[in-house]
């Protein structure tokens, strides 16, 4: 047990802060992952439920493409398409003919987000629909704006509503950023492969990895758990 | 778009079509029973075992199952102790590291999924099945498990697309199934676009195979909703005939 503690230790001596130092750049990962993504999700949702038959299409396509096939897939999409599509778009649009590389961090987050606005999109569309149509009724009949409906009865209650759901995509996407280790960037997976490389013991490091995503997970459940009692704070319960 | 890649790899990544199926199949065989004795243990009113299968299922789906995998396969290997014991034949090999990863993964979530049908179990019945003088394990053989089963049908239909899904993090310890072989012929052509497409093709072909089984299934297992489609499908007959 010594022996494991001496390698967990902190400093030059033991993983202890690389390992922690992984767990960082995991949150960053997942935070700037699921942003993206919950962006994504509201124009998903807003293509979903458009009028327009082909802004539906898109969303259904997506929707449909991304859930159904493994993250695993979309990660080596862009791994290896990415710094390709990139370029293309950068000579197409501004004659930029140079090389550009993307970092593992960008072509992470773009991955991830886009993973998980395939699921942000099904959750807003399904809290836009439990908005009551008697409500959108109603403010239209007060003689609200489309802006002003949408800032002051929309976004208030989808958001409420939304919020279980976008906890458990939070999951998701905090758990997937360990399918980004393989694309290189040093986060708890990665950290914890290196120190098993140099010091033949995995199961020590695995182990500990396990650990802080289970820290993580408890935290942030913590966190979303607060949110939606803030939330549901001037909401009447049986 | 290099279609003439279509034809040429199309192949390749069929044929790791067969090791998915094998994945997933048998790791959802083995983590069903795993799910149902966990689900029973958790619904059992025994203290002890009911925290041990909260804590299982809290570390299993509380962790991601790339780590879940690289702990059996890399991890195990640490121990003198298990490498000199019967295990280490199983446990050696990537395959079965991946089916223990896979199994003892599903066995967490759908035995939450189980739990949730066992709990959907009109508590009465369970009363008029003592009534009627039935054991423990007739009551739970035709009263709760036949019910709880089909009530947890649609959450197990994505527990099992998520697991063909899963599948393809076997292809981080060497297995090689669809995906794996679609990264090395990616960083053979550099045709990641092209890959895509025909790797996802194949995932949406499966899951939506799998999406139709399941409703079907569904289906046979709700009577009364094929009744009620009868009775509406008569009264839309009737009222074409007036």
Redesign the interface.
């Known amino acids: 047990m010594s022996e494991w503690m001496s390698l967990l230790a902190w400093g030059d001596a033991g993983w202890g802060d690389e390992m922690v130092r992984g767990a960082l750049w995991t949150l960053v990962l997942a935070t700037v992952a699921f942003a993206l993504g919950v962006a994504i999700g509201s124009l998903g949702a807003t293509a979903k439920l458009s009028s327009l038959p082909p802004a539906r299409w898109l969303g259904q396509g997506y929707t449909?493409?991304i859930r159904?096939?493994?993250?695993?897939?979309?990660i080596?999409?862009l791994?290896?398409?990415g710094n390709?599509a990139v370029m293309a778009i950068a000579r197409g649009l501004f004659g930029y003919d140079g090389y550009i590389e993307l970092n593992a961090f960008t072509i992470g987050a773009i991955a991830l987000g886009t993973v998980s606005g395939a699921y942000s999109t099904e959750v807003i569309r399904g809290a836009v629909l439990a908005v009551p149509r008697g409500q959108i009724e109603a403010a239209r009949a007060c003689g609200m704006s489309g802006w002003l409906l949408f800032r002051r009865i929309m976004v208030p209650q989808v958001a409420r509503y939304a919020l279980p759901g976008l906890g458990n995509v939070w999951q998701l996407t905090l758990?997937?950023?360990?399918?980004i280790?393989?694309v290189g960037l040093v986060e708890i997976?990665r950290s914890?492969?290196i120190a098993?490389g140099s010091t033949?013991?995995?199961?020590?490091f695995?182990?500990s990895?396990?650990v802080l995503?289970?820290c993580l997970?408890?935290g942030s459940n913590r966190v979303f758990g607060l949110a939606e009692l803030w939330a549901n704070r001037g909401v009447r319960r049986a | 778009m290099r279609f003439e890649l279509f034809g040429e790899y199309f192949p390749d990544l069929l044929s790791g079509i067969p090791m998915m199926l094998q994945l997933a199949g048998l790791s959802l065989f083995l983590g069903f029973f795993l799910a149902v004795l966990l689900a029973v243990l958790r619904t059992s009113g025994i203290r002890p075992l009911e925290w041990f299968v909260r804590g299982y299922v809290?570390?299993f789906r509380?962790?991601?199952?790339?780590?879940?995998i690289?702990?059996i396969y890399?991890?195990?290997?640490?121990?003198d102790l298990i490498k000199q014991s019967f295990l280490w034949p199983v446990l050696r090999e990537a395959y079965w590291c991946a089916i223990i990863a896979l199994t003892l993964n599903t066995g967490a979530y759908t035995s939450e999924i189980i739990r949730g049908g066992i709990e959907a179990v009109p508590w009465g019945q369970v009363e008029a099945a003592k009534a009627c003088g039935m054991s423990a394990w007739l009551r739970f053989r035709r009263v709760v498990f036949p019910q709880a089963i089909r009530q947890a049908l649609p959450g197990y239909g994505n527990e099992i697309?998520l697991m063909i899904?899963?599948?393809?993090?076997a292809?981080?310890i060497t297995l090689l199934e669809v995906?794996g072989i679609?990264?090395k012929i990616?960083?053979q052509t550099?045709a990641?676009?092209e890959?895509?497409v025909m790797?996802?093709a194949i995932?949406?072909t499966i899951?939506?195979t799998v999406t139709r089984i399941v409703d079907w299934i569904e289906n046979r297992l709700s009577p009364e909703l094929a009744g009620r489609r009868h009775v509406e499908d008569a009264e839309k007959d009737l009222a074409s005939v007036h």
């Open positions: 449909t493409v159904g096939v493994p993250d695993l897939l979309v080596y999409l791994f290896f398409g390709q758990k997937d950023t360990s399918l280790s393989i997976m914890a492969s098993s033949q013991k995995p199961f020590v695995y182990l990895a396990a995503y289970l997970t408890a | 809290y570390v509380g962790t991601p199952l790339l780590v879940q690289f702990l890399y991890g195990t290997g640490q121990f697309i899904k899963s599948t393809s993090l292809s981080t995906t679609a990264r990616i960083s550099y990641p676009l890959l895509f790797a996802g995932y949406l899951v939506f």
